[in-house]
């Protein structure tokens, strides 16, 4: 079955600590995206990658990071300079050259704070 | 600046009419908008699609009306089931600078049909 997989489905990050969600897909699209989702909040861009080894900043990049060094893959690194990660992320893809840009998406991760 | 925006934070209908959900956008260079459904805890998953270039699209129990001079679109769900209780989230897109593309977000309306 072709799909997105986000893991884990939960995570926990001390003070000061980076944490990486995973995002993995088998769909061949070319561009993943990462958005963040707050309580009663739409989707929110943090970065986006249309081809292998190239990525740019969202609307609310700061405080993470992300690479993309392999087509099925696109991780993301919540920094400890992100002071506020309690969110659920959720990883998206798309074909490059769809004029619509149908994204689907993972199941999603949710970050909490200890 | 929200270019995409969805007035009514909620709806309630009863199983068996019509729900509508609105949406509205202040971007004339959008050239496709799209509709999502959410459950809790789970990522979106596409609905529908409407071109700038037409009025109306249909899919099943789902239509989208888009009226190009309002800046409006609708979403009608005929019949309503208990299952479509959902977030529904309008998006748009637009070509930009690089051939990259972007959706542009509504907040999104809750639905709750009610047996």
């Known amino acids: 079955d072709g799909g997105i997989t986000q893991s884990p489905k939960y995570l926990f990050r001390k003070e000061g600590q980076n944490v990486t969600l995973s995002c993995e897909q088998n769909?061949?699209?070319?561009?993943m995206y990462w958005y963040r989702q707050d309580p009663g909040q739409g989707l929110r861009l943090i970065y986006y990658s249309q081809i292998v080894n190239d990525f740019q900043k969202g609307d609310i990049a700061e405080g993470y990071s992300v690479s993309r060094e392999k087509k099925e893959s696109f991780p993301l690194t919540v920094t400890s300079a992100q002071k506020n990660p309690t969110a659920f992320y959720l990883c998206a893809s798309s074909h490059y050259d769809d004029a619509k840009n149908i994204q689907y998406f993972g199941a999603g991760t949710r970050l909490s704070v200890l | 600046d929200q270019q995409v925006k969805q007035n009514s934070p909620s709806l309630s209908v009863q199983e068996g009419r019509i729900s509508i959900l609105n949406c509205d956008y202040t971007?004339?260079?959008?050239?496709?908008f799209l509709w999502y459904k959410k459950y809790p805890a789970e990522g979106p998953t596409f609905l529908i699609s409407?071109?700038?270039i037409k009025d109306k699209n249909e899919d099943g129990r789902f239509t989208v009306f888009l009226n190009k001079s309002a800046k409006h679109l609708s979403l009608h769900i005929v019949p309503s089931q208990p299952g479509d209780s959902a977030v529904y989230f309008c998006a748009a897109s637009r070509p930009s600078a690089g051939n990259n593309r972007k959706l542009i977000w509504g907040l999104g309306t809750s639905l709750a049909v009610n047996p």
């Open positions: 769909l061949n699209h070319d561009a």
């Open positions: 409407i071109s700038s």
């Open positions: 971007n004339s260079m959008f050239d496709y």
